[in-house]
């Protein structure tokens, strides 16, 4: 995910090379892989990413759907659903908690 977005869009106002064909070959590639996520820190960080990705390409119904489902893992997790979750994994899914909260307004 991270990939297609680095090949794909542009960061902080400052242009680059964009790959658009390569970008959705990673995109498709790594959506392939989202199914098959347990409920997990990092499944959460996959579904926002591809919801970034969507809105990036003005797929704004994909786009709230994986952020939908990254909200509804990083709650899930944050509620205890995995007690052995380490500090930086806490903090972390505190972060996407509040982003997923700004992506869907």
């Known amino acids: 995910m991270v990939c297609a977005l680095a090949l794909t869009i542009s960061v902080l106002n400052k242009p680059l090379p964009l790959d658009i064909e390569s970008g959705e070959a990673y995109f498709l590639a790594g959506r392939k892989r989202l199914g098959i996520l347990d409920i997990s820190v990092e499944a959460a960080q996959c579904h926002y990413l591809a919801g970034l ?5 003005l797929r704004t119904m994909a786009a709230w759907n994986n952020f939908q489902q990254s909200a509804q893992y990083t709650q899930m997790l944050l509620s205890g659903c995995q007690p052995e979750l380490t500090i930086k994994d806490r903090h972390l899914l505190d972060r996407l908690f509040f982003s997923n909260i700004r992506m869907e307004g």
């Open 53 to 57: 990705f969507h809105k990036s390409h």
